[in-house]
C-alpha cells in the first residue's frame, strides 16, 4: 500500500493565523483526501482533491477557510485560514489504495492546538 | 451512503476472541465492508475488507451473512496492544467513493 507522509505532527498555533499541512505519497494517486477529527471525536471528510482541479468540498466546509492545493499526483496541501480555537483538530489526508490493496491508506496526522 | 451502527464499546481480556458487530441495512449491492483500527495519535490502519461469506486474513476475520445488512469482525485471542478503535465502514472498494466515519468502536483489552 501506498506510503504517506503529513507534516507537521504537530503545532500549536495563535488564533487567526493560519497553518498549511503537507501530504506527501510515495506513488502517483488520483483522489486524496483530507479529514478532520476533533478530539474524542470520529473522522469527518473536508474535502477531495484531484489534480488539475479544484477541491470538492463536504458540507460545512469552505474553500475560503480549508484551500486545498494539489499540485501534482503525489503531494497536496490543506491550510486551516484564520484559525480560532474550534479549529483545534487532527488532520489527516488519506489515499486510496492500490490494485492490489484494498481499502484506503492514512497518513499519521496533524494534531492541531490553537490557542 | 449506508450509514453503521456499531457498539461505543466493548471490553476484553488478553487471551480472549473479541467480535464486534455492525449493522448495516442500507447496504447497496455493490458496497464492501471495510474495517478500519485506530489508535490515538495515528491515522486509521486498514485491516480487511469483504463482500459476502467470511474472508480472513493474518490479522482478524470478518463474517459477513447472506443478507449483508450486518457483519462481524473477529480479532483471534486479543493482546493489550489490541486496544484501539475499530471503525466499520460500507461503500466503494476503495476506488473513487468517500469515506463515512462511524462513531467506531472503543475495544479496551485489559491483562
Known amino acids: 500500500s501506498a506510503v504517506i507522509s503529513q507534516k507537521p505532527s504537530r503545532d500549536i498555533c495563535q488564533r487567526g493565523t493560519s497553518l498549511t499541512i503537507q501530504c506527501q505519497v510515495d506513488?502517483?494517486?488520483?483522489?486524496m483526501f483530507w479529514y478532520r477529527q476533533q478530539p474524542g471525536q470520529s473522522l469527518t471528510l473536508i474535502a477531495t482533491?484531484?489534480?488539475?482541479?479544484?477541491?470538492?468540498?463536504e458540507s460545512g466546509f469552505v474553500i475560503d477557510k480549508f484551500p486545498i492545493s494539489r499540485p501534482n499526483l503525489t503531494f497536496s496541501t490543506l491550510t486551516v485560514s484564520n484559525m480560532s480555537p474550534e479549529d483545534s483538530s487532527i488532520y489527516l489526508c488519506s489515499v486510496v489504495g492500490t490494485l492490489s490493496s484494498a481499502g484506503y491508506t492514512f497518513g499519521s496526522g496533524t494534531r492541531l492546538t490553537v490557542v | 451512503l449506508a450509514k453503521t451502527t456499531q457498539p461505543i464499546s466493548m471490553d476484553s481480556y488478553e487471551g480472549q476472541e473479541v467480535n464486534i458487530t455492525c449493522s448495516h441495512n442500507n447496504i447497496a449491492t455493490n458496497d464492501y465492508i471495510t474495517w478500519y483500527q485506530q489508535f490515538p495519535s495515528q491515522g486509521p490502519r486498514f485491516i480487511i475488507q469483504?463482500?459476502?461469506t467470511k474472508v480472513t486474513n493474518e490479522v482478524a476475520s470478518l463474517f459477513i451473512p447472506a443478507d449483508r445488512k450486518s457483519s462481524t469482525l473477529s480479532l483471534p485471542r486479543v493482546s493489550l496492544s489490541d486496544t484501539a478503535v475499530y471503525y466499520c465502514?460500507?461503500?466503494?472498494?476503495?476506488?473513487?467513493?468517500?469515506?463515512?466515519f462511524g462513531k467506531g468502536t472503543m475495544l479496551l483489552v485489559s491483562p
Open positions: 469483504g463482500y459476502k
Open positions: 482533491a484531484n489534480q488539475g482541479s479544484e477541491a470538492t468540498y
Open positions: 506513488s502517483q494517486v488520483t483522489m
Open positions: 465502514l460500507v461503500g466503494d472498494r476503495g476506488g473513487y467513493s468517500t469515506l463515512t
